[in-house]
């Protein structure tokens, strides 16, 4: 079992800048994948940003050149840069992580951390 606490989430001005924390706890042998994921009120959950084990990342075009995603194994955390943060990207961000035993795979949430970009 894995365990996933986001933190970071606040309230901030267009143009400003967040970063997102999201340490993994528990059994964390065999996590591959992580990722955020955001839902913005009345909206369905999307894909913000995505990086491999082996550090490959991958991006929404609404986020390109503005989120950087990263991660440091040796904490098993993921972290989320966020720059020049617009209103529309207001929502609950939720980071979640794949982990990989023989032929089964097994994803974790977290429970969001709420971001709120004031115009």
């Known amino acids: 079992q894995v365990t996933l606490v986001e933190s970071g989430g606040d309230l901030v001005q267009a143009g400003g800048s967040l970063r997102l924390s999201c340490a993994a706890s528990?059994?964390?042998?065999?996590?591959?994948?992580m990722a955020w994921h955001r839902q913005a009120s009345g909206k369905q959950r999307e894909l913000v940003a995505g990086?491999?084990?082996?550090?490959?990342?991958n991006y929404a075009d609404s986020v390109k050149g503005r989120f950087t995603i990263s991660r440091d194994s040796a904490k098993n955390t993921v972290y989320l840069q966020m720059n020049s943060l617009k209103p529309e990207d207001t929502a609950v961000y939720y980071c979640?992580?794949?982990?990989?035993?023989?032929?089964?795979?097994?994803?974790?949430w977290g429970r969001g951390t709420q971001v709120t970009v004031s115009s």
């Open positions: 979640n992580a794949d982990q990989i035993f023989g032929s089964a795979k097994y994803t974790y």
């Open positions: 528990g059994t964390i042998f065999g996590i591959n994948d």
């Open positions: 990086i491999t084990s082996g550090g490959r990342a």
